[in-house]
């Protein structure tokens, strides 16, 4: 079946650390996204990449890094400048073909960040 | 720049009661338009989508119809089910530069339905 896999479920950061979520995807899609939802909140959008080795910013970058080396990984790793880390994160895909503000992204099951 | 509002929960219902979840949205251009639903600890599913104005999505017992003249895509279901509780987003999509698309989302919705 086709999908979009990530892990770990729960993960959890020192102080200080970096930490890497994996996102991977067997759809053949193009376009890949990273979101952080905060409790009450509704998806902010982090990172997106088009395609391989392309990547841009989305509405709250500061703090986060991304590569997209493969199209079917789009890992994201939440560095210790970001000082809020503890959130909810999810990947979600998309073809990426032209006219694509009418797509369906497709979402993963989300990574679960705490702070120790 | 765009934006999402949705009713404020919990909405509380019995077992095959009428539901509906407001939204309206603020957008320049031709937004698409889509209801997510968010079970506890998991991801987001896409429950129905509307690409252009008077379009009506549906799926399972769930409809909404895009209102431009309104700037609404309210969410309804004629029988509610205990398995249909939930969180409910509300979501605009826009283009970014290229081929990538932009979600704007609500707050979310949680709506729980008790026997």
């Known amino acids: 079946d086709g999908g979009i896999t990530q892990s770990p479920k729960y993960l959890f950061r020192k102080e200080g650390q970096n930490v890497t979520l994996s996102c991977e995807q067997n759809?053949?899609?193009?376009?890949m996204y990273w979101y952080r939802q905060d409790p009450g909140q509704g998806l902010r959008l982090i990172y997106y990449?088009?395609?391989?080795?392309?990547?841009q910013k989305g509405d709250i970058a500061e703090g986060y890094s991304v590569s997209r080396e493969k199209k079917e990984s789009f890992p994201l790793t939440v560095t210790s400048a970001q000082k809020n880390p503890t959130a909810f994160y999810l990947c979600?895909?998309?073809?990426?073909?032209?006219?694509?503000?009418?797509?369906?992204?497709?979402f993963g099951p989300g990574t679960r960040l705490l702070v120790l | 720049g765009n934006s999402v509002t949705q009713m404020e929960g919990p909405v509380t219902l019995s077992e095959e009661a009428f539901l509906t979840i407001n939204c309206t949205y603020t957008?320049?251009?031709?937004?698409?338009l889509f209801w997510y639903v968010q079970y506890p600890g998991e991801g987001l599913q896409l429950l129905l989508k509307?690409?252009?104005?008077?379009d009506k999505g549906s799926n399972k017992g769930f409809e909404a119809t895009y209102r431009k003249e309104t700037t609404s895509f309210h969410l309804e279901k004629g029988s509610v089910q205990v398995s249909d509780s939930a969180v409910y987003f509300c979501?605009?999509?826009?283009?970014?530069?290229?081929?990538?698309?932009?979600?704007?989302f609500g707050t979310g919705t949680r709506l729980q339905v008790t026997l």
């Open positions: 979600a895909s998309s073809t990426g073909q032209r006219g694509g503000y009418q797509e369906t992204q497709y």
């Open positions: 759809l053949n899609h193009d376009a």
């Open positions: 979501a605009l999509s826009d283009r970014l530069a290229g081929t990538a698309s932009k979600l704007t």
């Open positions: 957008a320049t251009g031709y937004p698409s």
């Open positions: 509307a690409t252009k104005a008077d």
């Open positions: 990449s088009q395609i391989v080795n392309d990547f």
